[in-house]
């Protein structure tokens, strides 16, 4: 189906200029180049399409899989397996009948030369015929055949002596042929490709913003993407923009109600995105109603990565370019979950996330101290994630307790060396060993029955299958207003 008109940007707003980066055979970039017309019509944005090569952007990045593999071949089995399953939730909430090709990863230098060749304005039509005839219909695009067959087929061309259709109002000016996979199409590819990873890119799709100097990377960042756009085009900042959080796509928005369901919130306060998530628990209580109960699991974290053999320390294993991106995207969604909690009434406390000096936390001590009272998790988290403490200290976190109102000296006693020390220290065990028997491969990790959805930026899936929604049964597609027939945007 063709995309629909864009929005006209009526006097007075800006036109935001963006640049997508993309390789025709990530299949992420491809979810997201099914989801960015709907984000340029709305915005008004011009985004320029530039096709990319991912395995020498892997190359240049020195990312840990090589230049020829994949983020997932370097993954351990527990953290794949997760990976997965949020992929296929990903492809059921946008209705993309995806299918991976039995050869892929194929080649797609000559795709990148073709794509090269077309004009900005055309590029995005050739994209999306290229993106679907890989991802849908399993076609052969490292055969330049192939690949002329689908350029053809676009009738954009008036020379009728080739097989396929024309048209005799042509928008190319030139032939559709063998020429157009010149070596110069190969420059402008590399070009493209130098480009992405001198801007911070390390993988696709990326989206840069030149007028914000801001990099955003994957599909699930399409809603930070947009806002941003929406802003320029606006000429307000991103908090102040009108339903922050509905920009972030959700199958279902139902009113609060009494139906008895539980939520296990599985974290520890050694990891920001852990921390990031809790910020959002109140708000998911609200929204759902009195009949959620959100009941908490601390584990140890570095307990699960020893045993399905993940770094303990994840940023010291990613490449350079990752790992800056990786610190941006948690202060980008500090600030985006920040301005959606002042938009609540009564508003909530924004995360206002600050790095701490000293990293890695050493969290057992405190976990142990959650474990025999629930009720002291809010202030151990904003000390260590908010207000710079160091909680691994344990004369610093009986600070933070009594400060806070707890008997700090009684609980860290009671968690190291007192009666109740031992059944706190197996209570905090039996939770990490169960963390394993379960699949879980990091911290937040959300279950709702035998669901596991990981991230603290998968807290959309979260709030849906709270609601009702159901991957596997709901035909209900993924919008910013969850109702088709209604865009909150227009």
């Not at 992929?87 to 030369?113: M, T």
């Not at 087929?153 to 042509?170: D, E, Q």
């Not at 948690?330 to 609540?344: I, P, Y």
Request: charged letters at 25%; proline letters at 8%.
């Amino acid at each position: 189906m063709e995309p629909l008109p864009p929005v006209a940007v009526p006097s007075g707003f800006a036109v935001p200029e963006a640049n997508f980066y993309f390789d025709v055979v990530c299949p992420y970039a491809f979810i997201a180049s099914e989801r960015l017309h709907d984000i340029a019509r709305v915005t008004g944005a011009k985004i320029t399409w530039k096709p990319v090569l991912l395995g020498a952007l892997y190359d240049l990045t020195k990312a840990p899989q090589g230049k020829d593999g994949s983020a997932t071949t370097v993954m351990p089995p527990a953290k794949k397996a997760i990976v997965m399953q949020d992929f296929q939730r990903e492809i059921r909430r946008y209705q993309i009948p995806l299918k991976f090709h039995p050869q892929h990863p194929l080649k797609s230098v000559d795709a990148g030369r073709l794509l090269c060749a077309f004009p900005d304005h055309l590029r995005p039509k050739l994209a999306r015929a290229l993106f679907r005839a890989y991802w849908l219909d399993g076609a052969n695009i490292n055969s330049r055949v192939t690949l002329l067959r689908i350029a053809r087929s676009l009738k954009l061309t008036s020379s009728p002596n080739h097989a396929g259709p024309f048209s005799l109002t042509p928008e190319l000016q030139f032939p559709l042929d063998e020429t157009i996979f010149a070596d110069t199409r190969e420059d402008k590819l590399r070009a493209n490709t130098q480009e992405a990873f001198e801007l911070g890119a390390f993988g696709v799709p990326s989206f840069y913003i030149p007028a914000e100097k801001k990099l955003f990377w994957g599909q699930d960042r399409l809603h930070l993407f947009e806002a941003y756009l929406t802003a320029i085009k606006l000429r307000k900042p991103v908090h102040k923009l009108r339903a922050l959080e509905r920009f972030h796509p959700r199958c279902l928005r139902t009113p609060p109600e009494d139906r008895a369901r539980t939520l296990k919130f599985w974290f520890d306060f050694s990891s920001p995105w852990s921390y990031l998530a809790w910020t959002q628990l109140e708000r998911l209580q609200r929204d759902a109603g009195p009949g959620l109960t959100i009941e908490l699991k601390p584990f140890l974290l570095g307990g699960l990565f020893k045993a399905i053999g993940t770094p303990v320390v994840p940023s010291e294993s990613m490449s350079a370019a990752r790992a800056t991106y990786n610190m941006q995207d948690l202060h980008d969604w500090s600030d985006f979950w920040g301005g959606v909690n002042s938009q609540e009434y009564p508003p909530l406390d924004p995360p206002a996330l600050a790095w701490p000096s000293t990293f890695p936390i050493r969290s057992v001590t405190a976990l142990r101290v959650a474990l025999l009272d629930l009720k002291t998790v809010p202030a151990i988290y904003r000390a260590a994630w908010r207000d710079d403490k160091l909680i691994s200290e344990e004369k610093v976190l009986i600070e933070v307790l009594n400060a806070n109102g707890f008997d700090g000296e009684d609980l860290v006693r009671a968690a190291t060396t007192g009666p109740e020390s031992e059944t706190v220290k197996a209570q905090l065990r039996a939770n990490t060993d169960e963390a394993v028997t379960l699949g879980l491969c990091g911290a937040p990790t959300f279950q709702m029955g035998k669901t596991l959805v990981w991230g603290g930026d998968r807290l959309n899936h979260v709030a849906d299958l709270v609601l009702g929604w159901r991957p596997e049964k709901s035909n209900l597609k993924a919008s910013v207003a969850a109702f088709p027939h209604f865009d909150y945007r227009l």
